[in-house]
């Protein structure tokens, strides 16, 4: 193992632009059937974790490289490898990483806006990626992660782990598809998931001595630290994060578009919501609904971050599912309540089928890179870009819109029954948590129209300008493969 102190995982690994674009094959090892996959994880402080027990549990995996910008939990890792006599070597910038011929495979759960540009850089150096989610931080990078996949002929796995409930899921969306409830008549999404304060700061905040903070914000705006973590509360600035429509919410809004069965983005989006109940550094909504028109049928999504009511514990829930689905149909509907099961109900609420069973994402991946077939995936890439995508747009639609009225908010979506019905709902739930949306007015974002095929808006400018973001340099997501 190399030798690994606190100064060499902070120090400064500028590398030129050349190392980071060689073609794909130049580094890419062939896998026989016996060889062992070496893997490397970035990112390990969150979701991170789950990725180093789910690899170090497969047959003919080894983990040989870890890395992280925050040196005191890279340097904790190291060192409980070590101690197991399984060596890894450490690093704090990716671009040295994929330099490594010892990588065969780069798993990432960095913060939202690392994530196209590190798969885009590891598919450049030959490696085959698992992506967590969202895939992107905006619409035309994860377009671009697709693209560069597909050209490389590099495995991209998406960290949306219900695609592989197939006995569960994936069953009951075949079912439903078949007819045996009628039509669908509107594919919802919930993420009823609590989400407190962030609390609020009088000025700018002292970066963390351990972190590497140019190599943090990789490409996003350097700005001074405004609130009170570093960590974890990314996901509620947009200059980082998504809100958590493009956080937990992604992982629905996926199962929502799989029952509908489209495989492109709808031709209208308009989002409603707010941040309400606390005044708080964050600035994504933690009270949102959004209409995606598809011509099969609506997805509406609906986010709360509130409790039930002020000062409770529990949750919302809708037809049994609190941070799942519910897929309403003529003849009935069926709520989806977690990764791995679905239970179908008719117009009465009896049950009439149940669906179960999952096996391993990480298997799932590690299979298809040993076949060198992206169609062995449960979660390929483009599957992973089309649901994040569908989070984008809501937030570009929420971006673009005006505080109003409860009224003036009833009046634009009366021809809706469905968002009306789901506002009507997300307006009970905010006064049983005192919140006054005559006071503290919601955002009623723009209705936008979107071309499917070209994945650009139609006749708004300011909302093309967000399907894709200002890059720094050295980190800077290519316009196109």
């Not at 497969?58 to 005191?72: E, F, K, Y």
Request: glycine share 10%; charged share 25%.
């Amino acid at each position: 193992m190399a030798n690994v102190n606190r100064r060499s995982f902070i120090r400064s690994t500028a590398l030129t632009a050349a190392a980071a674009s060689l073609p794909a094959r130049s580094w890419a090892r062939i896998l026989g059937a016996n060889d062992d996959i070496r893997a490397a994880v970035v990112g390990f402080n969150g979701r991170g974790r789950d990725h180093l027990r789910g690899l170090s549990g497969l047959p003919g995996v080894r983990i040989t490289a870890l890395c992280d910008v925050d040196s005191r939990i890279l340097e904790a890792e190291v060192k409980r490898f070590k101690d197991k006599n399984q060596p890894v070597e450490g690093f704090t910038d990716m671009r040295k990483l994929l330099e490594c011929k010892d990588v065969d495979v780069v798993t990432f759960a960095t913060p939202n806006h690392w994530h196209s540009l590190g798969a885009i850089w590891a598919i450049q150096a030959g490696k085959d990626v698992y992506l967590e989610k969202p895939v992107s931080h905006n619409v035309s990078e994860g377009r671009r992660v697709v693209e560069f996949a597909r050209k490389h002929n590099r495995i991209v796995q998406v960290g949306t782990q219900s695609r592989s409930s197939l006995t569960g899921i994936k069953e009951a969306v075949a079912w439903v598809r078949a007819g045996n409830l009628g039509k669908i008549l509107v594919s919802r999404g919930l993420c009823y998931k609590r989400r407190d304060s962030i609390d609020k700061v009088d000025g700018p905040q002292p970066i963390p001595s351990e972190i590497d903070y140019e190599l943090w914000c990789g490409p996003a705006l350097k700005l001074p630290l405004t609130r009170k973590r570093l960590h974890y509360d990314w996901h509620w600035v947009w200059n980082t994060g998504n809100g958590d429509l493009g956080n937990q919410g992604i992982h629905e809004m996926d199962v929502a578009r799989w029952f509908l069965g489209v495989n492109e983005l709808a031709p209208r989006v308009f989002s409603v919501g707010g941040r309400v109940g606390y005044i708080d550094d964050g600035e994504t909504p933690n009270t949102q609904v959004i209409f995606q028109d598809y011509p099969t049928a609506p997805l509406i999504f609906e986010v709360r971050g509130l409790p039930s009511k002020t000062g409770a514990r529990e949750m919302d829930s809708y037809k049994g599912a609190g941070v799942g689905n519910v897929v309403e149909c003529e003849g009935g509907y069926v709520t989806v309540p977690n990764y791995t099961s679905a239970v179908a109900f008719d117009n009465n609420g009896q049950q009439i089928k149940d669906f179960k069973g999952s096996e391993s994402h990480y298997a799932n991946f590690i299979k298809a890179v040993r076949s060198r077939k992206h169609t062995d995936l449960n979660a390929d890439i483009l599957e992973g870009h089309l649901s994040s995508a569908l989070c984008h747009t809501g937030n570009i639609s929420y971006l673009l819109g005006s505080q109003k009225s409860p009224d003036e908010i009833r009046e634009a979506i009366k021809g809706n029954k469905d968002t009306a019905e789901a506002f009507g709902r997300m307006g009970e739930h905010l006064a049983a948590n005192g919140v006054d949306v005559a006071k503290d007015k919601l955002t009623l974002g723009l209705m936008l129209k979107m071309g499917p095929k070209t994945e650009r808006f139609i006749g708004n400018a300011k909302a093309n300008e967000l399907l894709t973001r200002p890059y720094r340099p050295g980190f800077v997501v290519p316009d196109k493969a």
